[in-house]
């Protein structure tokens, strides 16, 4: 299981911060545009344990059909989704949200496998690990951007 990890202080109270990311169409904003992300579910969507979503998006011009579901739902402090189908053999994303300075930290942890055994480790030492390191830079200064005061 490989893992990618972020922390990122933001300059507003840990609501406002969860708030922003407990929209799923947020992620659209804070997303690359070169992956083409869309949500599919229709909107709104009541978030909770138990609610799936399901995204669109494209991967080296690859259309790529992606469902989670949310796992923990704690409003205010964190979450965690889990990819019921999509391009990895495994996927779930903790977002964790903590009082910091005047302001949150936020941090997203990652963990995740490939699919397809030996190709798959092959993919991920190559343009996988790549494209989760720049998809999630990406994030990063959108979301700075989105919450610079």
């Keep these: 299981m490989h893992t990618l990890e ?3 202080v933001l ?3 840990p ?3 969860f708030d922003f990311f407990a929209d799923a169409f947020n992620l659209e904003v804070i997303t690359p545009p070169w992956l083409r992300f869309r949500v599919v579910t ?3 969507i009541a978030m909770k344990a138990g609610t799936l979503i399901e995204y669109r998006l494209r991967l080296h011009g690859l259309p790529i059909r992606w469902l989670t579901r949310i796992e923990v739902w704690e409003p205010g402090r964190r979450f965690e989704d889990r990819q019921l189908r999509g391009p990895y053999g495994a996927w779930y ?3 964790a949200f903590a009082a910091h300075d ?3 930290s936020m941090r997203d942890v990652v963990r995740y496998t490939m699919p397809l055994g030996p190709l798959g480790r092959l993919a991920h030492r190559g343009p996988v690990r790549r494209d989760l390191e720049r998809i999630f830079d990406f994030r990063r200064d959108a979301v700075a951007a ?3 005061r």
């Design 42 to 44: 229709r909107g709104p």
């Design 15 to 17: 609501g406002e911060a």
């Design 11 to 13: 300059p507003v109270a």
């Design 6 to 8: 972020r922390t990122q």
């Design 146 to 148: 989105r919450f610079a």
């Design 102 to 104: 005047g302001g949150t």
């Design 93 to 95: 994303h903790s977002h």
